[in-house]
């Protein structure tokens, strides 16, 4: 039986090997944390600590994807704070991953963690902020740059906005317009997530609905 990691590792990256990870997703007290792995260095975020407002505009992110997705009948699956993973090299488990149009259907049913040596990564992946911004930005920004994730976004919770990138070459750029999701204006994101903070999810979903039906019969 192998021992307990004895690694500091809530809510930073730390150094070490993928053994060492794996025996501290093992760990009790990590049984309700994220896992993440990438160059060396692991982090586990502890889901204990996700409060109203990080909850909230997670909701929302993925409300305001779904009615796009299929208002305008692109073909997606969404996966809720699914593991990725590449043994020995890295794992993610962001708060949202899409897969999109030919690879909706990548994935079969009874899969657990997802093995990228055997399927792709997914087109899109969401990361709600609001204590993990820096890294969000920072070092999983790069991480998902490694993996050939092609887009990423960012939601900031403390100034109800979204950062979107786009990712080719192991580079990444700021982009107004999703490229997975085609016609899906950012600035869309961030008004619906700034209509949530006065309004229930039905009323900003209504308002969602009349911003996008014009767009789904062009």
């Known amino acids: 039986m192998n021992p307990p990691c004895t690694l500091s590792v809530s809510d930073t990256w730390v150094p070490a090997t993928w053994d060492e990870y794996l025996r501290a997703l093992d760990d009790p007290a990590h049984a309700k944390s994220k896992g993440y792995y990438s160059n060396g260095r692991m982090r586990l975020e502890m889901q204990l600590s996700v409060g109203f407002d990080h ?7 993925a409300l305001a994807i779904n009615l ?4 305008k009948g692109i ?4 996966l809720d704070n699914c593991s990725f993973r590449k043994t020995g090299y890295t794992e993610f488990q962001p708060d949202l ?3 999109i149009g030919t690879q909706a259907t990548a994935i ?3 899969t657990d ?13 969401v ?3 609001k204590s993990s911004l820096l890294d969000d930005r920072t070092v999983k920004r790069v991480l998902y740059e490694d993996v050939g994730i092609s887009e990423y976004w960012i939601v900031k919770v403390e100034t109800a906005e979204v950062l979107a990138y786009q990712m080719s070459d192991r580079g990444s750029q700021r982009i107004d317009v999703s490229l997975m999701f085609p016609g899906l204006e950012i600035a869309t994101l961030d ?8 309004q229930d999810q039905s009323q900003v979903g209504a308002w969602l609905m009349a911003q996008f039906q014009p767009a789904a019969n062009s």
């Open 55 to 61: 909850s909230k505009d997670h909701g929302i992110i």
């Open 68 to 71: 796009y997705g299929i208002l």
């Open 108 to 110: 079969p049913g009874g």
């Open 97 to 99: 991953a899409y897969y």
């Open 75 to 78: 073909p997606f699956t969404i």
């Open 127 to 129: 990361e709600v902020a």
């Open 191 to 198: 008004e619906a997530l700034k209509r949530s903070r006065s």
């Open 113 to 125: 963690i997802v093995n990228l040596e055997k399927y792709p990564v997914p087109n899109l992946v």
